[in-house]
């Protein structure tokens, strides 16, 4: 049998795939990753060596392909594009669901362009409104004016997925706040025939995303109430089993397949681990820490995924046009989640016209630039590879292997040469700033920690070292010139086996990433003095107006449901214009006390307070604990101010870090 690669198929570092379903990938990619363990013309050679012997869990060919993804993006798009929220309580009017101007082929092409290889969409949010005309439900986009009842969401977008070129992923929320038998078996059954609709009507789906998320109270048919459910509640194992039935190449995210980082705020941990020790395969109860770093060693292969949006919230709001993130920003976002072995899925909100906006538009295409601008040129390509150590002096595995831009080669040593070095004689002075490195991952994650090296005066020169490697690796730093790179792999659970060493330069002027969306500017709080119902020593009332975000008011007393409601009241010392309250959550990165549900009192004396003149909840801020601004309109005047905490999202005494008035 003579094995030949075709060379549309090999996935090639630098160049990228080709193909527009799910099944070609998988092919591909197994073709390609495992090529070297099976073509027969190995046996032709004298000095044929035998591949090194996997080590540890290794990925699952649906999770090679998944790897091989690194970005795409999230569509999130519902109800709560009309009522300007993040979480719908459930109770929403289906007529309410009226997109003027959709364009799928425009959001699939703007992804493409992005460079993104898939886009999953919000098929049904927490609200419970399916965008598809599910026949389990009247809940859904058969009751909207938009297309006269006839629309369907899902099947636009996974069409126009289709035609770019672009896999397509469905979110269906196990959380459902509209259906009247949440939380009692009928809904399982429901969610799982929603599934099967989904998973049967729009071709091949690359990952089905379970979301976590449940804040307990909803419509529920009208019962209007907070609904508990227990562990075993959505009987996963029979869910995953219909996914593997009707989607056998899908991958699920929070299922059996792949791990949240831990985080919405498009970060995986340094290093961040392919491998993570568990039972079970799915993380489970595991901490976000344990999510976001994974385990070594570890006893599954369960990679992570950042999820992050490129504005705030997760869904459009007009609001948040001036805060999508800069292309500087994102280019950091994905050296801190694929430049780190884990994927970047992306959100982009359709807008109420069912549009990408336009702001969005501009970065992405910014991002764009940047990412072709330093990667559309390998520095190491040509350059002379030489190793400490060549598996068996086998060219199948020599230094080369390592630059040939060819993720299915790759360069390895003997079985006990674990701290091997690679040197890459690049023939004259270059200058780079971004190093790539990936191990060949169908032999695990081998790599526990590495080093570069920059020849300089006649000597080598540390100027990286780092744990953890897996599908890539990206070092980002400041611009380094040298003819002679070496890479010191100095710790390895195994013989190393590296797919991939390339230098590239970024634009000089991305280098400096800005990492902070800017917030609301708040009004400023010089003369303003706080009250709170109570506070625990060292974390008084005045720690929510001092401007420092991280300093803190906590309330005292209790835990569990005596937690809530406590009060913080502000006197600003003069009348002052409310258009609203903005809400800092702590930002020691620890989520006890977090205010989910809020009421906002004003008065006149300190004495009269009335009516709220505003309540809600701070949807999603557990997961994504970013300031919350919410808005009055009609803005009264007042001198006083309360807000009330009504419920933490963990039942524990409220914390703040700043309360404040936004100034516009
Ligand atoms: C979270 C949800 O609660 C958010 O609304 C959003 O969908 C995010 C991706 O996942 O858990």
Not at 153 to 181: M, Q
Not at 190 to 214: C, H, K, M, S
């Amino acid at each position: 049998m003579a094995a030949t690669v075709d060379p549309a198929l090999v996935t090639g570092a630098a160049r990228p795939y080709a193909v527009s379903k799910m099944q070609t990938i998988t092919a591909s990619i197994i073709r390609a990753l495992t090529v070297t363990l099976a073509i027969p013309w190995m046996a032709e050679m004298s000095s044929a060596a035998q591949p090194p012997e996997p080590h540890g869990p290794v990925p699952t060919p649906r999770q090679l392909a998944w790897h091989a993804l690194e970005f795409y993006g999230f569509l999130h798009f519902t109800v709560n594009t009309f009522t300007d929220k993040e979480w719908g309580y459930g109770d929403e009017n289906p007529e309410i669901f009226n997109p003027t101007d959709i364009d799928a082929d425009a959001i699939a092409r703007i992804a493409r362009e992005a460079g993104m290889r898939g886009l999953i969409l919000t098929c049904k949010h927490h609200d419970g409104f399916c965008l598809w005309p599910s026949k389990y439900t009247e809940h859904c986009v058969r009751h909207s004016p938009w297309r006269d009842g006839k629309g369907d969401v899902v099947r636009e977008i996974s069409d126009a997925c289709k035609k770019h070129g672009l896999l397509f992923g469905t979110y269906l929320s196990p959380w459902d706040r509209n259906h009247p038998e949440y939380a009692r078996p009928a809904y399982v059954q429901y969610y799982r025939n929603q599934l099967r609709e989904l998973l049967t009507q729009y071709g091949p789906i690359f990952e089905v995303w379970f979301d976590g998320a449940n804040g307990g109270d909803g419509y529920y048919g009208g019962a209007r109430e907070r609904r508990q459910i227990g562990a075993d509640y959505y009987g996963w194992e029979e869910t995953y089993r219909i996914v593997r039935e009707l989607q056998p190449d899908a991958v699920m995210f929070s299922g059996p397949d792949i791990r949240w980082v831990g985080n919405e705020a498009g970060i995986a941990g340094d290093p961040c681990w392919s491998t993570i020790n568990r039972d079970e395969p799915q993380a489970g109860d595991a901490s976000r820490e344990q999510r976001n770093r994974g385990d070594r060693p570890g006893t599954h292969w369960y990679p992570a995924e950042c999820d992050v949006s490129i504005r705030p919230g997760w869904f459009y709001h007009a609001a948040e046009d001036d805060r999508v993130r800069t292309p500087e920003n994102l280019v950091d976002l994905y050296f801190k989640s694929v430049g780190r072995g884990a994927s970047l899925l992306l959100n982009l909100p359709p807008d109420r016209r069912g549009r990408i906006h336009e702001n969005d538009v501009a970065s992405l295409r910014g991002l764009r630039k940047i990412l072709d601008a330093t990667f559309s040129r390998d520095l190491a390509t040509g350059a002379k590879a030489t190793a400490s150590s060549v598996r068996g002096s086998d060219p199948r595995f020599s230094a080369d292997k390592a630059i040939d831009n060819d993720r299915g080669t790759y360069w390895c040593t003997d079985d006990g040469a674990k701290a091997p070095e690679l040197i890459i004689d690049l023939g004259r002075a270059t200058s780079f700033n971004v190093v790539s490195l990936r191990e060949h991952l169908p032999l695990g994650q081998r790599v526990d920690a590495w080093a570069l090296d920059r020849w300089a005066d006649g000597r080598w020169e540390e100027f990286a070292a780092a744990k953890a490697i897996g599908n890539r690796r990206l070092w980002r730093g400041p611009e380094i010139t040298t003819d002679r790179v070496r890479l010191r792999i100095t710790a390895a659970a195994a013989c190393p086996a590296i797919s991939e060493f390339a230098l590239h330069r970024e634009p000089p002027e991305v280098r400096v990433a800005s990492t902070q969306q800017a917030a609301t500017a708040g009004l400023p709080k010089t003369g303003w003095q706080a009250a709170a119902t109570s506070e625990r020593p060292g974390f008084g009332a005045s720690l929510a107006i001092d401007g420092n975000p991280s300093t803190l008011w906590q309330a005292a007393s209790g835990g569990g449901d005596g937690a809530a409601p406590q009060d913080i009241t502000i006197d600003f010392g003069k009348a002052t214009r409310i258009r609203g309250i903005i809400y800092v959550p702590r930002t020691d990165g620890e989520t006890r006390g977090l205010v989910d549900k809020y009421a906002i009192f004003i008065s006149r004396d300190g004495k009269e307070w009335g009516e709220p003149v505003a309540t809600g909840e701070f949807a999603n801020i557990l997961a994504n604990p970013i300031a919350q601004d919410v808005r009055i309109e009609p803005s009264p005047s007042a001198r006083f101010l309360r807000f009330r905490a009504l419920h933490t999202a963990d039942g524990q005494p409220p914390t703040a870090a700043e309360i404040g008035i936004p100034g516009r």
